[in-house]
């Protein structure tokens, strides 16, 4: 069973006005926009049958998933979760969860695709997080990863006219403030290929995230030089974007109807069956509940 008080910390954005506080009329109109340019280019032409958004917020990319037949749209806040079922709805093609990656509530292999964005600089335990996307992805899945750069720019410079201490061409993560976290490609890389991803591609994005130029170039201009360079080679930019395709011989689960969501759902920690009992979700084996509230799954922690 899982054992909430050993799991590894988390951010928790529950209650908080991210949305209208970061993003809404906030000047963030360029960093919103190329990363909707980089996920148009890695996300599969065709879509697939069913993807997982990880840490999706209030929904702001949820939109972008529309050649999927079904999203799961999941995040550790509940409150986000709940904004985003207002935003898009309650219909057959969206699943609302509140759950942990560290702890993912699904069956192994129900999805082909997966996508993680602005999610990874908040985890300190980067091999568990992706061990548990891996499991639920089918062979061949295509998982999305965003991560911030620690060997960007700016902090070269930093680096190199001795205005700050921590060197940013060392693979160790760097954690500039608590739970706030920023990754050398290489290292990000390498957890992948030891979860069995294989990295075939990687953008770098949000080149030109400065105050000064946002207030004098046109948005429209900046997110068209940010586009050619996406293109380059250039991994020196504030946030990196991968595609990774699912190895190995798992399971493939794809197949869960789209009309039974219930389906996909296993105990989170132990992946013992569940059953629906009303509003809850119940673990045959060990009969912990999970809530079902206004038809959001809440993995979040059981019911006491």
Known sequence: MTDYNTTPPICDYEGSTYRT??????????????ERVALDALLPFGGGRRLLEIGAGYGRLTNMYHAYEQVVVMDYSLSHVQ??????????????????????????GVFDGATMIRVIHHLREVPLAMTQVRNVLA?????????????????????????????????APHEFVELNIDFHPSYITDELQAADFAVVRRVPVSYLRLGALKRSVPTDALVALDRVLQQTALFYSPSIFTK????????????VALSEPDALFVAPGTGNPLRREGD????TITGTRWAVRDGIYDFKAPLE
């Open 244 to 255: 990774n395709i699912a190895m190995g011989d798992t399971p493939d689960n794809t197949g």
């Open 139 to 171: 062979p061949k899945g295509v998982f999305v990863l965003e991560h911030a750069n620690k060997r960007n720019l700016k902090a070269i410079l930093r680096y190199a006219t001795g205005q700050q201490d921590w060197n940013p061409y060392t693979r």
């Open 83 to 108: 904004q985003a079922a207002a935003d898009h709805g309650h219909q057959q093609r969206y699943v609302y969860v509140a759950a942990d990656v560290y702890n993912l509530p699904f069956r192994p």
């Open 21 to 34: 506080d970061f993003w809404e009329n906030r000047g963030r109109d360029y960093e919103d926009r190329v």
């Open 280 to 283: 809850t979700m119940v673990d």
